[in-house]
């Protein structure tokens, strides 16, 4: 069957920037998320970025059908950081301000804090370097969700492979693929900043994001 694409539904206000393509292999629209961005949605759509030693929060209301991805480089910016609420790409490449935007956009299209889902991902050591940045972003966003009283269900953290993620905001499904060759362009030039080369390891299956009460 090789599937119907559908016309292109109109993003929610503010999302216009977003690339949305047609996925031939999910037969379904996809949306790329770019490191500083995030992506809230009502539709039955995927959600896709990669991520090195930056973190994706999944997060998704259930009930409502909202749901979105973030990712961000660092948990916060240094002192005297300002930015325009207009274009708030540069402050959501922290993660203090990309949670923030991103919890905050589901609230304003009908999701319920207190029915708020999320599952975690990325934080890889995937640059040679003194200051594991990957782990300061994880322990950044586990205590946001913990004072935030936003419930876990799944993680996919650490380790030392870049990771590409896979989210779809009605159903709150997660699916992680380890990446191999990391040494193309686009990644090397996401985390330039850091000043090192992205590791070469064997290529791994994909993972499925388990809830923690699944056996």
């Known amino acids: 069957m090789t599937g119907t694409r559908p016309p292109m539904r109109r993003v929610l206000p503010g999302f216009g920037h977003i690339n949305?393509?047609?996925?031939?292999?999910?037969?379904?629209m996809a949306a790329k998320v770019m490191p500083g961005e995030f992506?809230?949605?009502?539709?039955?759509?995927?959600?896709?970025?990669?991520?090195?030693?930056?973190?994706?929060?999944?997060?998704?209301?259930?009930?409502?059908?909202?749901?979105?991805?973030?990712?961000f480089m660092l948990p916060e910016p240094g002192e005297g950081f300002e930015f325009d609420l207009k274009s708030p790409n540069d402050a959501t490449r922290y993660g203090l301000f990309a949670m923030e935007f991103l919890i905050n956009g589901i609230l304003q299209h009908g999701g319920k804090r207190a029915r708020l889902l999320a599952k975690?991902?990325?934080?890889?050591r995937v640059l040679r370097q003194t200051t594991?940045?990957?782990?300061?972003?994880i322990a950044?966003?586990?205590?946001?969700?913990?004072?935030?009283?936003?419930?876990?269900?799944?993680?996919?953290?650490?380790?030392?492979?870049?990771r590409?993620?896979?989210?779809?905001?009605?159903?709150?499904?997660?699916?992680?693929?380890?990446?191999d060759n990391m040494t193309n362009s686009t990644i090397a030039e996401r985390e330039?900043?850091?000043?090192?080369?992205?590791?070469?390891?064997p290529q791994q299956g994909l993972v499925e994001i388990f809830d923690r009460d699944s056996p």
């Open 39 to 71: 992506y809230v949605s009502c539709q039955d759509e995927f959600m896709l970025t990669t991520l090195g030693s930056c973190v994706s929060a999944c997060v998704w209301d259930p009930v409502a059908g909202v749901g979105g991805v973030n990712h």
């Open 120 to 124: 975690i991902a990325g934080g890889g």
């Open 164 to 179: 590409k993620l896979c989210f779809h905001p009605l159903t709150g499904r997660a699916q992680i693929k380890l990446l």
């Open 140 to 162: 950044f966003v586990r205590q946001y969700l913990l004072l935030e009283s936003l419930q876990v269900v799944g993680e996919h953290l650490g380790g030392d492979l870049p």
């Open 20 to 28: 949305r393509y047609w996925d031939r292999t999910r037969l379904s």
């Open 132 to 137: 594991d940045i990957g782990l300061r972003n």
């Open 192 to 201: 330039r900043q850091y000043s090192a080369n992205l590791a070469r390891r």
